[in-house]
């Protein structure tokens, strides 16, 4: 198994148990990381990322498969299951993943899933009717990152 795989698989073996430090611990310094929600998170912001995803994890359930990776980049694929905790509903959450790499560290993570089957997840009717608008998937963007900020401020505290 190349070397970025096996990185690929202790990131998401971390995940499946709620373990942010070993997952941020995968990244280097330089990270960058974009999904449909979060976008450019660098670094530390990265990391504190899923400390947060995973200090709220309820329900939480991950499964991934498909890790490939050479010298420069890898992928895979994972589904995350878990209550979304503005709502109370359950998510399933079917995400492709891409990677670069630099001193055998992430220095690259990518997340691409479907925001409007998420949303329609998540927020139920209103996600349904109105999760595809950009304005309401900008709010969505917006509300994550002001609780990623809140997180970070009662972290510094």
């Known amino acids: 198994m190349h070397p970025h ?4 698989q202790r990131f998401y073996q971390a995940f499946q148990h709620l373990d942010a430090e070993a997952m941020a611990a995968c990244y280097h310094p330089d990270v960058v990381f974009d999904d449909p929600v979060f976008i450019g ?6 990391g504190d990322m899923w400390r947060m995803l995973c200090s709220r994890a309820k329900q939480f359930s991950l499964q991934f498969d498909e890790v490939v990776a050479d010298d420069h980049g890898g992928s895979a694929h994972w589904i995350a299951r878990y209550e979304f905790s503005q709502t109370g509903r359950m998510v399933v959450n079917d995400i492709r993943a891409s990677f670069e ?5 992430i220095v690259r993570h990518r997340d691409v899933f479907d925001l409007w089957r998420w949303s329609r997840m998540a927020l139920g009717g209103k996600g349904v009717l109105l999760g595809w608008l950009p304005p309401v998937q900008g709010a969505i963007r917006k509300q994550a990152l002001a609780g990623l900020a809140a997180y970070q401020r009662k972290r510094a505290n």
Request: proline share 0%; charged share 35%; net charge positive.
């Open 41 to 46: 998170l660098r670094g530390r912001d990265a």
């Open 5 to 8: 795989a096996a990185l690929i």
């Open 101 to 105: 790499f630099r001193d055998g560290l």
